[in-house]
């Protein structure tokens, strides 16, 4: 296309494009004049110059033909225009306003202005930054506010940033379980989590992410033999997690997708996207020799964590709204931000199931889809929200999903909360309280109240607190300034009670009577050398502790610390014992809580350090005991116990260790290739 034309399509097409007073070429160039004629006149200012010109006629360009490229979820297919306008018409009358300043969206023109005017907003942000001298990086000035394309399946692994540990119920907390064989370590009882090794009691089902593939094995006893494989037919999806029900196994993978598009409006124009997505494959594996596909279905967005109660899973995707490379038969490109609306089971969202909070802070949708296992080919339910999330937490009835807050210097987390029940998923409001949680476990629900301990960090130093929300998430209880000049580091509610781990340079540990959720109180403090990242309940009075030792006076972490507290009185708490593994310090365990394999009533405690497997038990009189100390593993090694054999399986191989023969090893398999 010539120059003269390509003039003539732009003037068509934005001949009814108001472009904001506030960014009027007039208004601009006073703006930069004005800023420069306040500095001194020197080389550095005119780059600086420079740089703000050509970022804001990309915004011009960008603005001005906006509206005549046609987005996915504003071009509709032809017969579809009446369909979206009756939508629309419904849903007018049923936006719904939530605490916390959280409505519905009333049409996509509405998300798709509030998501513009976010844009347009850094943008100017982005203007001040390089005005003010900000460093420029490859063009791009750090620290800037532009959105994120959308991400690829390393970027994915990057956003994926749930560092989380367990904690469990009281009225769930079992010492007896009749199953005689392991699951899988999770951080609600009653809600499933997935993850890399599982077992019915009969088969092992191993996964190999790097490889796309599950390995099937017969395990009982001394037997060890592969009886089958699922290998993913297309090799551009990495999976994530699986889950076990029956006869059915469940893989979550997540991929990139690319897409070359030609213009339907403009000839010789073409976009080039990627847009993450997230599928749940389910296979039928009645035969174990012959696993069979049964359904897959795909939900846009990067893959963030996933929970299962009943016959529903719960997948949680980021997706990103997209920045697309417009290309010109002279290979000219050009980047513009669309794909607005994400999709789910292939489906666009409807508007009224997605949710706008009174002020963005970033273009990403949280988004939440629910899968019936009866139907693995369908979505039976989706909501979504424009913002992030950093942490979740999902009980046996709500969702809840935080983010950091700053505003004004002031640290704050904001908590959205959703109430799932057979699928449906139903937004019940928004509450914030001060400082950081450092991972999911410093949540937990009971009878109705959220109980939460964070750290927030001022100017005067770190201030630990804990509260107690209603159902409405408003605040009804609290403490506050515990433990000033330390960091929250782990926590474990039992019910009316609650334990909580701060760190310096000694392990101050916490109990707290939260029986009355309106008056909570410490009872109790205990402080030992190092801290503990995870805890565990480990029978009746005893709280299992997972961190490092740490030298009380120089700081320096000296090995990874196993810690056995007696809580039998919350007022006199003490550590009964401790066994250090000296220069120790790569523990997935403490990043990862599912690559623990802990049973009281078993007596066992399993975890990977370094490229060692360990295997302990624990006696008041003798402490800790390793029983299992096995090297040759990599970071994806899980334990798992059928009858009285424990199994130790990697990507490409599992052991065998009889218990009651003091950890003898009876079996070995090497997968085939």
């Known amino acids: 296309m010539d120059e003269k034309k390509w003039k003539e399509v732009i003037q068509r097409s934005t001949r009814d494009l108001k472009i904001p007073d506030s960014l009027s070429p007039k208004e601009v160039k006073d703006l930069i004049k004005g800023k420069s004629q306040k500095k001194a006149m020197n080389f550095f200012p005119l780059v600086l110059g420079a740089g703000v010109c050509a970022l804001l006629v990309f915004y011009f360009i960008w603005n001005e033909e906006r509206e005549r490229i046609p987005r996915e979820e504003i071009v509709l297919a032809e017969g579809e225009e009446e369909k979206e306008r009756g939508i629309e018409e419904e849903i007018k009358d049923i936006s719904i306003l939530l605490k916390g300043g959280l409505h519905t969206a009333k049409s996509y023109e509405e998300l798709e202005t509030a998501l513009l005017d976010w844009r347009l907003e850094n943008l100017r942000k982005e203007v001040s930054y390089l005005e003010d001298g900000a460093a420029l990086e490859d063009g791009v000035a750090t620290g800037g506010y532009l959105p994120r394309a959308s991400m690829g399946i390393e970027e994915q692994k990057q956003a994926k940033i749930e560092t989380e540990t367990a904690y469990t119920r009281v009225e769930n907390y079992r010492e007896d379980v009749k199953d005689d064989y392991s699951h899988t370590n999770v951080q609600e009882q009653g809600v499933e989590e997935g993850d890399i090794l599982k077992t019915d009691g009969s088969y092992l089902y191993v996964l190999n992410r790097e490889e796309g593939k599950v390995t099937i094995v017969k395990a009982g006893g001394d037997i060890l033999k592969e009886e089958g494989n699922i290998l993913l037919s297309t090799l551009d999806e990495e999976v994530e997690e699986m889950y076990l029900d029956k006869e059915r196994l469940y893989l979550i993978t997540r991929g990139t997708k690319h897409s070359v598009e030609e213009d339907r409006k403009v000839r010789d124009t073409y976009y080039l996207s990627q847009n993450g997505y997230t599928t749940l494959y389910t296979y039928d594996i009645a035969n ?9 279905v795909e939900v846009d967005g990067a893959f963030r964590t996933s929970r299962k109660t009943g016959d529903y899973f719960y997948i949680f995707t980021e997706y990103t709204p997209q920045f697309v490379t417009r290309y010109t038969a002279d290979f000219e490109g050009k980047e513009e931000l669309r794909g607005f609306i994400p999709l789910a089971g292939g489906e666009k969202m409807p508007a009224s199931h997605i949710f706008l ?85 410093s949540m937990n629900e009971y009878k109705g109240y959220l109980r939460l301990v964070t750290t927030n960090y001022t100017n005067e130093g770190e201030k630990n607190s804990l509260f107690v929300l209603d159902e409405q998430l408003n605040i009804c209880g609290r403490v506050e300034n515990l433990a000033e000049g330390e960091t929250i580091q782990s926590a474990r509610f ?85 066994h250090v593994l000296q220069k120790e310090y790569a523990c997935p365990a403490l990043e990862n809580y599912r690559a623990l394999t802990i049973h009281p009533q078993k007596n066992i405690i399993g975890f990977l350090c370094g490229d060692e497997y360990y295997v302990f038990s624990y006696e008041k009189e003798k402490g800790f005991q390793i029983h299992l100390k096995e090297k040759g593993f990599s970071e994806d090694v899980r334990g798992a116990y059928i009858g009285d054999i424990f199994y130790v399986a990697d990507k490409n191989k599992i052991n065998a260790y009889h218990m009651k023969n003091g950890f003898t090893k009876t079996g070995e398999l090497n997968f085939t290739s």
Do not use: C, W
Not at 418 to 435: C, D, L, M, P
Not at 498 to 512: E, M, W
């Open 494 to 578: 039992l019910g009316d009670m609650g334990y909580f781990v701060t760190f310096r340079q000694t392990d101050p540990l916490f109990a707290v009577d939260l029986k009355d959720p309106n008056r909570p109180s410490i009872l109790g403090e205990l402080k030992v050398t190092g801290f503990s990242s995870y805890l565990h309940f480990y029978g009746g009075s005893l709280l299992f502790g997972l961190g490092y030792e740490v030298d009380a006076y120089s700081g320096e972490q000296l090995g990874v610390k196993l810690s056995m507290f007696d809580i039998t009185d919350p007022a006199k708490m003490i550590e009964e014992n401790r």
């Open 288 to 296: 174990k020799n012959s696993p069979k596909l049964m359904g897959k």
């Open 357 to 441: 909070p009174d002020t963005i802070q970033n273009s990403s949708y949280l988004v939440i889809a629910s899968v019936n296992v009866h139907a693995p080919e369908s979505i039976a339910d989706s909501k979504a929200m424009v913002s992030s999330a950093s942490l979740f937490y999902v009980s046996e009835e709500n969702i809840y999903i935080t983010l950091p807050d700053f505003q004004q210097g002031e640290e704050e987390t904001q908590i959205l909360k959703f109430h799932y029940e057979n699928g449906n998923i139903e937004a019940k409001g928004a509450g914030k309280v001060k400082g950081r949680l450092k991972d999911s476990f």
